[in-house]
């Protein structure tokens, strides 16, 4: 595995659409349940548990098997109950496989797939592992969150990105769990969710002015 190309795929800088989004922050901190560095820390934890185990674990059985992702990419949609939150998915995941062709030569898939399931065909098409295509996966949906922290709350940068630091071992964590089942039957994948993240991303979805897109 290269871990500079682990790099590239993880580098929030990735002109793939996700600085756009703030993986459901803006909804929460607009309703009152996150005001503060420590409720960031919070939302972070509980996300990575969550949404981050079921993309680490889909990334992960989309590297490992990308020929079946249209089943993936089912699977996936059926454990995503808000219409806005699949729309934000699929919208990152086009601009995931966009810059990607741009750097590996991707085998067919189809144009809106999961973001998740991009993540993995992609992490395979350049060469790294589930192991690796979960931890960018695990990585991506508490990074993001922490970004937008910063704009939304005004936070200090540098205590977000401590953050982050501490998160990793439990980033790693997940990861490993998730990308040791990637060859589960997609029935049998993580299908962890949290309810006030679908409900607030359909509020938020409904917003004439907004910051980030979900």
């Known amino acids: 595995m290269s871990l500079a190309t682990l790099l590239v795929l993880a580098d929030g800088r990735l002109p793939s659409g996700g600085h756009a989004h703030s993986g459901g922050l803006e909804a929460q901190v607009s309703a009152g349940r ?5 409720a960031v820390a919070g939302f972070l934890r509980g996300k990575l548990a969550t949404a981050g185990l079921v993309a680490a674990a889909f990334a992960a059985a989309a590297c490992a098997r990308p020929g079946e ?10 454990r995503t109950p808000s219409p806005a939150l699949r729309k934000a998915s699929r919208a990152q995941g ?25 993540l993995g065909v992609v992490a395979s098409a350049a060469g790294l592992g589930p192991e690796a295509a979960a931890v960018a996966a695990a990585h991506t949906t508490v990074s993001g969150v922490a970004s937008a922290a910063v704009r939304l709350l005004g936070l200090d940068p540098f205590a977000v990105h401590g953050l982050l630091a501490r998160l990793a071992p439990e ?7 998730a990308a040791a089942r990637r060859d589960q039957p997609v029935d049998d994948l993580p ?24």
């Open 94 to 118: 086009r601009a995931l496989l966009r810059a990607a062709r741009a750097m590996w030569a991707l085998p067919p898939v189809g144009r809106e797939v999961h973001q998740p399931v991009a």
């Open 69 to 78: 992702w249209a089943e993936l990419d089912q699977g996936l949609d059926s």
């Open 171 to 177: 980033c790693d964590r997940i990861a490993a769990s």
């Open 191 to 214: 299908a962890a969710g949290g309810p006030l993240l679908d409900v607030g991303a359909e509020l938020h979805a409904t917003w004439e002015v907004r910051l980030f897109a979900s």
């Open 34 to 38: 996150v005001r503060d560095a420590d």
